[in-house]
């Protein structure tokens, strides 16, 4: 287990610091990872990600856009646009875009998850269902 794994595993519960130290928690391992790795090395993207959740999760979703749209600009720029970090960065934008009530931003960026997720995981894939799921929510709010 990563030290990433164990900071996002220690935010589950719901006890009222827990959350703040797995925030913290997250920071710093980004530091370290960003130094030692890249800022391009997927498992940097997988911590950002990480951390916007975070910051998403306490309601400060104009931070988690932010930590997202880095991401997936990193993402898209170092990486192929079907990769695991690209795909999941936009999903994590396009819900942050939705719940900032930024629906046509949002749609836009479910759109271009929805067509790679269907392209290279099929129809069924929970991924692509989960997409069509935001899709779906954007197009009735």
């Known amino acids: 287990m990563t030290r990433t794994d164990l900071a996002v595993v220690r935010g589950t519960p719901t006890l009222p610091g ?33 951390l916007a ?9 104009r931070a988690a856009e932010q930590v997202y749209r880095q991401t997936l600009e990193i993402a898209q720029r170092e990486l192929v646009p079907d990769h695991e970090c690209t795909l999941a960065s936009r999903d994590g934008l396009a819900w942050a875009l939705y719940s900032l009530d930024r629906f046509a931003e949002a749609e836009t960026e479910f759109r271009a998850a929805l067509e790679v997720h269907r392209r290279v ?18 197009l009735a709010g």
């Open 18 to 50: 827990q959350r703040d130290q797995t925030e913290a928690e997250l920071s710093e391992v980004l530091d370290v990872q960003r130094h030692v790795l890249g800022d391009h090395h997927p498992v940097t993207l997988r911590t950002r990600y990480a």
């Open 53 to 61: 959740g975070r910051l998403g999760e306490r309601g400060d979703w």
């Open 121 to 138: 995981f099929g129809e069924e894939h929970a991924n692509t269902l989960a997409t069509w799921h935001g899709y779906a929510s954007v």
